[in-house]
């Protein structure tokens, strides 16, 4: 009732100007040509348009398969020994040589497995002599196993701090135990180099 002429005008002005998305820096004194949004409307259409480009459904879809192709990159590096997609308990140098060393001396922890079931069966027969054969084998094996992996850890230990002195080592000698109680042919990461060579 009391507005002046002029900002009629301007308003007027304002309602028949084009809308504008340009890029373009807008001089902040020129009318903007459209109504700001309440901020429920602005909310709304945000939230559109992040969740248009995809539904729940298929994130979680693209996450299995990214899973999917990570555990295969995985699997195929423990066969290969392809460092980049290792898990992080077999990477870096030091888990790498601590492998190298295990791999490259006969052990006598990596039989353990095959004497125990020799053991066993000797213990399953109903003769004396054997049972008691079976109980003296058992304790040799023991012995052997506990024997050889101190010589083990010990020369080990002494490789490690001379080749890789500023670096961490932490649990690199029980990672390696723990690898000459498997068979080698069951190892993962698989070995890479051939027994009596060099790590």
Known sequence: MFRSRAKDEKAQDAD??????????????????RPTPKRSQAQSQRRS?????????????????????????QRQALASGDERYLPARDKGPVRRFARDFVDSRFNIAEFFLPMAVVILVLSMVRVAALQNIALLLWLVVIVLIVLDSFVTA???????????????????????LMRSLQMRRLRLPKPQVK???RP
């Open 16 to 33: 028949k100007a084009p809308v504008n998305f340009s890029k373009q820096p807008r001089d902040p004194q020129a009318p903007k040509g």
């Open 154 to 176: 010990f020369r080990l230990k002494k490789q490690l701090n001379e080749r890789f002195a500023g670096e961490n080592k932490r649990g690199a000698v029980a990672y390696a």
């Open 49 to 73: 348009v992040a969740n248009t480009s995809m539904t729940r459904k298929e994130a979680a879809k693209r996450q299995r398969e990214e899973r999917r192709a990570a555990l295969e990159r």
């Open 195 to 197: 027994r009596g060579e």
